[in-house]
């Protein structure tokens, strides 16, 4: 039978400090030369995955920003004909809600097959730590505007925004009510006091994605590993889905099996005991 495995990886497959393991990135690799098909479902961009997940052996697509695109790390390319744009309808909410609601955040559009990403300003300690985080450690690409009207017609994609619950709330209720959106609010692994909501197509998610991949590469089973409630798509998807052990209690009330944490290198414990039952993936 052959099975893809995918985790999560902010909470689940990296550890405390947003790193791969050397025991992780070792074990998959050689899980991987022994017929391991294994990949990553993520709300990160290309930028930072392909600097987290540098010399670990993924055979397979990883779906970025909770589903809409995904990216071939072999290659160094966005698969084209799987990105999820907004349509204009979405534009147009996404846009209204900003300025009601929002006035600040990021918008990501790929335009020539370059990801781009636009603010109008950075006012919380947050959104000026991850501009400083993203430009210093993963070298991305930070574009401001005026007003994000100005990325009508470059191919918006994904919209984020991280900040306290109490601030979203109003912006995710109207947002939940808009058809042609797709809305993951949930709350930031690292900093607790905070929440992140992104929005993208509605035809964007992990699930899709993951269904998408299952039959691009005619796999028979889906095994997904998660912890936050953005991974609760991947269930649905899933033959079988499991959460680590510091997984919110949705996400463990979802799972088949609690596992050990990111921490203990839970995902990739569970691959081995799994590879030494069966000798073979």
Known sequence: ?????????????????????????????MLSEKGLYFSCATARTQATVKKILSGVDINCPVILMNGVAMYDLKNDRVIDEETKYYNEESEKAILQAIEKYLHTGFIYTIENGELGCYYENAKTENQKKFIEDRVKNYGKKFTKVDNFSKCLGRGIIYYSIEEKKEILDPAHDFLMKEKPLHVEYYRDTYDTDCYFMEVSSA???????????????GFDKVVSFGDNLNDLAMAEASDEFYAVENAKDEVKKAA??????????????????????????
């Open 256 to 281: 088949d099996k609690i596992i050990g944490s990111n921490t203990e290198n839970g995902v990739v414990k569970f691959l081995l005991e799994k590879f030494n039952q069966k000798n073979m993936f």
């Open 1 to 29: 039978m052959k099975t893809l495995y995918i985790s999560d990886l902010d909470g689940t497959l990296l550890n405390e400090k947003a790193e791969i393991s050397d025991f992780a990135r070792e074990n998959i690799n």
């Open 203 to 217: 035809s964007a998610s992990k699930k899709n994605s993951i269904l998408a991949l299952k039959k691009m590469y």
